[in-house]
């Protein structure tokens, strides 16, 4: 089935599938347990586990799954074996309750369908999430959704590649799960920096700590200035440790200057329009770029609009003066009343 579907959804013809083909054949597996291992059992189906094409030939063998998904209007995201449903809804409880028909009916679908070609759905597995405020998500009465042979209950938290999502959009679960993991690095590179150069210090901060608070840091923008400091918090204790700082009252801005570190909110907003800049395939938002100067003189680029995207929903209107970026206008992006989203990850 595997080669089949990657001759004819992929194009895959020739000595290529003939390779790919010579790659899968002849294959065995065995169990071993210490001294002890069974008998070798002839492979006639899926692919080399740790392989490196293993997760690109699974990825392909799926991508008809996404067909089935779309018929019944939803969004979906694939990673892996890792499958997820996404759909959007008015708070009103009518309009809910269809929502949540509509996704059951997929999710029936998505069964039959991973039945049909050989893969399993594990129903206990199944992690479903209703975002928006407490009040509108107790009014609209909805609690679990069926997936299979089982009722899955709403989580106020699920976990998605390493990032943290609650029910409310605070992102607090993340924030308190990074500080949690930057806290015990800082009491290790505490222990080990006394034998340890500035120079190594950086590089052990930024390979530990650093790239914890800049793990999808995208998602934290907007998310209120009491969480924004406990991770910038985390960044200045790391910066002391590093700079060996003599006092806790130091003033920390010409020491994260010195180590070339940004502060967090900076981070964020450096983050945020680095994945504008690179990836046009951005939507529904619209980036103007405009260059000025304090005392108004204009430079070549005024008005010019770097980045474009397609239909608008709200605008992010970026000002760079003088080297100085700030945001003149910020979309709202938590959810308010007249917003919702679902969604149903799939193991």
Not at 155 to 184: P, Q, T
Not at 245 to 250: G, L, P, Q
Not at 268 to 292: G, P
Request: glycine share 6%.
């Amino acid at each position: 089935m595997l080669l089949q579907r990657l001759s004819s959804e992929a194009g895959i013809q020739g000595a290529a599938l003939q390779w790919i083909a010579s790659y899968l054949a002849e294959r065995s597996q065995r169990v071993i347990v210490g001294s002890a291992s069974s008998e070798a059992v002839p492979l006639v189906c899926g692919v080399p586990q740790c392989s490196v094409l293993g997760p690109l030939l699974f990825s392909l063998y799926v991508s008809q799954l996404g067909r089935v998904i779309e018929r019944f209007q939803m969004g979906r995201q694939f990673f892996a074996d890792d499958t997820q449903i996404l759909s959007s809804f008015s708070p009103d409880p009518a309009v809910a309750r269809v929502a949540l028909q509509r996704l059951e009916s997929c999710c029936v679908a998505v069964k039959a369908w991973m039945t049909s070609n050989r893969l399993k759905l594990n129903d206990d597995k199944t992690e479903a999430l209703l975002c928006g405020p407490r009040a509108r998500r107790e009014q609209i009465g909805i609690s679990a959704v069926q997936v299979g042979d089982a009722s899955i209950a709403f989580a106020d938290c699920v976990r998605d590649l390493g990032l943290f999502i609650d029910a409310e959009l605070s992102m607090c679960n993340h924030v308190s799960s990074v500080v949690a993991k930057s806290y015990y690095f800082l009491r290790t590179l505490g222990r080990l920096r006394p034998m340890l150069t500035q120079a190594a210090a950086n590089s052990l901060a930024v390979a530990t700590i650093t790239s914890g608070l800049d793990y999808c840091n995208s998602a934290l923008w907007g998310i209120p200035a009491t969480q924004l400091d406990r991770l910038q918090r985390v960044q200045n204790a790391a910066a002391r440790i590093v700079f060996r700082a003599k006092s806790s009252t130091e003033h920390i801005t010409p020491i994260l200057q010195s180590l070339h570190w940004l502060p967090m909110n900076k981070r964020i907003d450096h983050k945020v329009l680095s994945i504008a800049k690179d990836f046009s395939l951005l939507r529904n938002v619209v980036v103007e770029v405009m260059v000025e100067s304090d005392d108004g003189r204009a430079f070549h680029s005024l008005g010019a609009a770097f980045l474009k995207a397609l239909a608008p929903v709200r605008f992010l209107l970026v000002s760079v003066t003088a080297g100085r970026q700030k945001r003149d206008w910020e979309p709202e992006r938590r959810p308010r009343d007249g917003w919702y989203g679902g969604t149903i990850s799939c193991k």
